[in-house]
């Protein structure tokens, strides 16, 4: 099986990172990071799908490594584990349906 790297397909309109993000701490061999992102709330699952990685017909898209803040740079081994999110700001009068979701991005370092 293919091992490839997961493009986000996501219109880049529909998601920016939130101010305050990322953050980070490090220690001897560990780096936790973590990145949150208002995403358009129709985006969310396909948003944290292709972040976090996922299986297609013979080939595997791994995770989408962490990027030092303000550079083009990934952090050698920190990988997207894990995403949550909830809705923010409020609903659509239209769809009933919420306009954005603040997505928690978390990565780690492999243990």
């Known amino acids: 099986m293919a ?7 996501v ?5 920016k990172v939130m101010p305050g993000s990322p953050t980070a701490s490090v220690a001897i061999g ?5 990145r949150v992102y208002r995403v358009v709330w129709e985006d969310r699952h396909k948003f944290i799908k292709e972040v976090l990685g ?3 017909p013979g080939v595997l898209y791994r995770p989408q490594q962490y990027v030092a803040e ?3 740079q990934t952090v050698a081994g920190v990988y997207a584990v894990r995403a949550s999110y909830k809705p923010i700001m409020g609903l659509n009068a ?7 979701a603040r997505v928690t991005i978390e990565y780690d370092s492999p243990e």
Not at 3 to 9: E, K
Not at 11 to 15: L, S, V
Not at 94 to 100: A, L, M, P, R
Request: one cysteine or more; charged letters at 20%.
């Open 30 to 34: 560990e780096f936790h990071g973590e």
């Open 70 to 72: 303000n550079s083009n």
């Open 11 to 15: 219109p880049a309109d529909n998601y």
């Open 94 to 100: 239209t769809t009933g349906s919420y306009e954005f």
């Open 54 to 56: 996922f299986p297609g």
């Open 3 to 9: 091992v490839r790297d997961c493009t986000i397909t």
